[in-house]
């Protein structure tokens, strides 16, 4: 005979493993700028990119519950580096370095291309990918050329808008619904879409389920 829980209390249980995971420690293990420098992991991987000023640090901040975590590494002038973090001994948390600046040059953007796609290649244990799309704004050339990527390498991946409380619920809607229509021509593109605001917190406990889904199970 088996226990179901009613949705309700599914949905209960996995916010509380979401927020007991993200309670946990969280440290700064490497970082790499360069192929080479890919720090082999033991543990199950989640990352998060989007275009430079999307809230991506922001986020990663609010999720685990810290001002400076995802600022610590990020020295300027070396943002072009991929920063890995463990959380509770269950979950690596990887910070890609944003895409799509403005006045980035040719050179800097083949040295992020060839730095995501080895990486995107090389890790058997990455479960998803968060791709950050600013919710005023939807998605840019730079973020399907991200999806192209991430398509190609078979990687899941999912769209988390960000700053949702500086639209309204019509330019909210509006963009949700074209983004879930580009997503269905997507086949690695996971069919949810995530709505937060780091600011006013919305959001970010759900983000703790889904991601401590993916995590290493605790051990027995
Ligand atoms: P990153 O470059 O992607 O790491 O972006 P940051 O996290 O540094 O955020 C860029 C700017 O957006 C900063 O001025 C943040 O204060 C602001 N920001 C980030 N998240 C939010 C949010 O949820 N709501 C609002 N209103 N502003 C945000």
Redesign the pocket.
């Given at each position: 005979m088996t226990d179901t829980l009613d949705p309700e209390e599914a949905k209960a249980a996995q916010i509380e493993r979401g927020r007991l995971l993200f309670a946990q420690s969280c440290i700064f293990v490497a970082g790499a700028a360069t192929e080479e420098m890919l720090p082999d992991l033991a543990l199950n991987e989640v990352a998060f990119a989007?275009r430079?000023?999307?809230?991506?640090?922001?986020?990663i901040n609010a999720l685990t519950n810290r001002n400076t975590l995802?600022r610590t590494s990020n020295t300027p002038g070396r943002t072009q580096q991929i920063n890995f973090f463990e959380l509770g001994g269950r979950l690596s948390l990887v910070d890609l370095p944003?895409h799509g600046y403005a006045k980035a040059s040719k050179e800097k953007i083949d040295i992020w291309t060839d730095l995501v796609n080895s990486y995107l290649k090389g890790r058997p244990k990455l479960r998803r990918v968060c791709l950050?799309v600013d919710a005023r704004h939807g998605l840019k050339v730079t973020d399907r050329e991200v999806m192209d990527m991430l398509d190609g390498s078979a990687v899941n991946y999912q769209i988390v808008l960000?700053?949702?409380?500086?639209s309204n619920q019509d330019e909210l809607k509006s963009v949700l619904e074209k983004t879930k229509t580009e997503l269905a021509k997507r086949p690695a593109a996971h069919p949810d879409i995530g709505l937060?605001?780091?600011?006013?917190g919305y959001g970010i406990e759900d983000l703790r389920a889904e991601l401590a889904s993916l995590a290493e199970e605790i051990g027995e």
């Open positions: 989007g430079s000023n999307v809230g991506k640090s922001s986020l995802a944003g950050l960000t700053k949702v409380d500086k937060t605001s780091a600011t006013k």
